[in-house]
């Protein structure tokens, strides 16, 4: 590093004299940087065009890609209080529907018991609070030398306690008791033991009772805690956990009528954490409405309405018996009965009889929504061309066209201000900020004048236009150019080829021959078919806008390009190096310049010290 002296001898402003050599020097390192910003601006110009252009093409698919999205009817309907209409670009001829029944969707409404309490089974415990409610039989017997011997029967039903049902046991011969919940059953001499008969019964409520072996022919000792459910004073709320009713993690397939009349699979995965509310909006997602009020009511109802062979909607398997539990079904599986009956829509459209599950139904291109029951009178529906939404939609498509291309002959056309070069650092911090926005504007024009990509985009757009439509028939009178269609460029040379429309030729064309307008615009084909171009002038300009983006890319690429894919990156990454190599060798400049001065500095000091000592000497 150069010790800098800031001329203390030669009484010389050093400082300014260095800045003022090193702007000159700065000189080519600004012109870079104006460059670069040129470059950048330039860039950013194109790219404002390409999404412009993607604007319009966008527009162009979502509007006229398919004849559908331009054609449009207009539906008579006799009675709209009856049946709503739609009609869409194929709707032809005339419906009468003569009678209708509508549909309904199955809807089942229960009341939730309580929650209940778990608690440790006691003497007190019931056979009903242990979930044994029919009244069922025991067949025990005490086994001794391999002999079954003193078989006893021990009858109990739902009010029954275990201290009854352990006293009858005791006064049979057996030992049994509870402790801590836990039953034992177990004979009263050593080498004894208590086997299960072969009765259907014995195999379920010993179940219940907690003994993992219930088969005929088992032995029995003590059984796992039991726990009773015991309802307690609260009411059910849509907050009641799948725990609090005795429920424990599940899963339910269920089989759901759809929109189709098909019925649809589902699978729903539960936990005894879920709260009603919860569990409800579970299978909210497989084709049902389920609603829980506060008050303990349930309610759900197919989504769809109608029938597959009586069956709206069915419990395939329900390993938890959750829809047992809350009222639903008698069992674990089965198909949920509605409160009221379920039936199809039954119609009569042009004299045949029709059935669906559904109140909605298409034919001959109208889609039909039954909205009530109705017999005796007839339901007419027809449809006409809504000449009024075509034309509509043609006149947005050429303000659309005309906007676009105004902004590309704008860009064409726009002054390039040459004295106006983009403002280095030193020369902004002398302006004001609407002094650099206004010099600014000047020196962002005209980045586009002339531009050949834009230039030749332009020109391929207008021929997508005026070139005829091949592939839609011989003879002068048909429909195959925008010109048929009361569509031309303006005559004004000012307008930079805008579109002017003739209304009363083109709504002439549309009420003459629709078809072949709709097919004009909107014909999907191929440049290279054996007819000729068969592509619609809609495809036709969304191909040649395609290849200008493709063009404007390869000059000023897009967002998620890198710079070294397109030719202004390319121009930025070169420019970028110079700068860096122009700022390193600016350093050295200065760090010269500063050494020269500081040499100069040292000089005259040396020179004026000497001056001094002869002085001295002068003197004496």
Do not use: C
Not at 171 to 200: D, R, W
Not at 435 to 457: H, T
Not at 473 to 493: A, Q, R
Request: charged share 25%.
């Amino acid at each position: 590093m150069v010790n800098r002296v800031g001329g203390l001898a030669s009484g010389m402003d050093i400082d300014a004299l260095v800045e003022k050599l090193m702007t000159a020097e700065r000189m080519p390192l600004n012109k870079l940087n104006q460059k670069k910003t040129t470059y950048e601006w330039q860039r950013d110009a194109y790219r404002s065009v390409n999404t412009k252009l993607k604007t319009f093409s966008d527009y162009l698919f979502d509007n006229f890609s398919l004849s559908s999205n331009f054609v449009k009817n207009k539906v008579n309907v006799s009675n709209s209080t009856a049946v709503s209409v739609t009609a869409g670009s194929g709707a032809s001829g005339t419906l009468n529907i003569d009678k209708a029944t509508l549909a309904t969707a199955a809807n089942k409404v229960v009341i939730t018991a309580p929650p209940t309490e778990k608690s440790i089974a006691t003497n007190e415990t019931t056979f009903g609070e242990l979930g044994i409610n029919s009244n069922s039989t025991l067949n025990l017997a005490i086994k001794k030398d391999g002999e079954a011997d003193n078989i006893q029967s021990i009858s109990f039903d739902k009010n029954t306690t275990l201290k009854s049902f352990i006293d009858d046991l005791n006064s049979k011969g057996f030992n049994a008791s509870i402790t801590n919940g836990k039953l034992s059953i177990t004979a009263k001499e050593s080498g004894e033991s208590i086997e299960v008969q072969g009765n259907p019964d014995n195999s379920v409520e010993l179940g219940k009772l907690g003994f993992d072996d219930t088969s005929a022919g088992s032995k029995l000792g003590t059984s796992k805690t039991l726990y009773s459910n015991v309802n307690n004073n609260n009411t059910t709320t849509n907050k009641t956990t799948l725990g609090e009713l005795g429920l424990t993690d599940g899963t339910i397939k269920l089989s759901v009528i759809n929109s189709t009349g098909e019925l649809a699979p589902a699978t729903i995965n539960y936990k005894e954490t879920d709260t009603l509310e919860s569990f409800m909006k579970r299978l909210n997602g497989a084709g049902l409405t389920a609603i829980v009020s506060n008050d303990g009511k349930m309610s759900i109802t197919a989504n769809s309405t109608g029938h597959k062979a009586g069956v709206s909607i069915r419990v395939d398997e329900d390993n938890s018996g959750v829809f047992n539990k809350l009222g639903f079904l008698s069992g674990n599986t089965g198909n949920i009965n509605s409160d009221k009956p379920v039936v199809n829509a039954f119609y009569t459209v042009n004299g045949m009889e029709m059935e669906s599950t559904s109140n909605t139904f298409t034919q001959s291109g109208y889609t039909v929504t039954l909205n009530q029951n109705f017999s005796g009178s007839t339901v007419s529906i027809s449809a006409d061309k809504d000449l009024d939404s075509m034309v509509d939609k043609v006149k947005e498509f050429v303000t659309k066209y005309n906007e676009l291309i105004t902004d590309l002959n704008d860009h064409l056309k726009e002054t390039k201000y040459r004295d106006y070069t983009p403002l280095t650092a030193e020369q902004r911090k002398d302006m004001t900020e609407s002094e650099q926005k206004l010099w600014d504007e000047k020196a962002m024009s005209g980045l586009l004048r002339g531009d050949s990509i834009l230039r030749n985009g332009l020109g391929d757009m207008r021929n997508a236009l005026y070139s005829q439509v091949k592939g839609l028939g011989l003879g002068n009178n048909v429909i195959d150019t925008m010109f048929k269609m009361g569509i031309t460029t303006s005559s004004n040379f000012n307008d930079g080829g805008k579109l002017v429309i003739d209304e009363t030729k083109l709504r002439k064309a549309l009420e003459e021959d629709p078809d072949r307008v709709v097919k004009t615009l909107t014909q999907n084909g191929s440049k290279t078919d054996s007819e000729g171009d068969t592509r619609g002038i809609v495809q036709r300009l969304r191909d040649s806008m395609s290849d200008f983006t493709k063009n404007i890319e390869k000059k000023a690429g897009r967002a998620t390009m890198t710079d070294n894919q397109f030719a202004i990156g390319k121009n930025l990454i070169d420019t970028n190096k110079r700068i860096t190599t122009l700022t390193d060798r600016l350093k050295d400049v200065e760090a010269r310049y500063w050494k020269q001065f500081t040499a100069m500095e040292t000089a005259i000091n040396k020179a004026n010290s000497q001056s001094s000592i002869f002085a001295q000497f002068g003197g004496q």
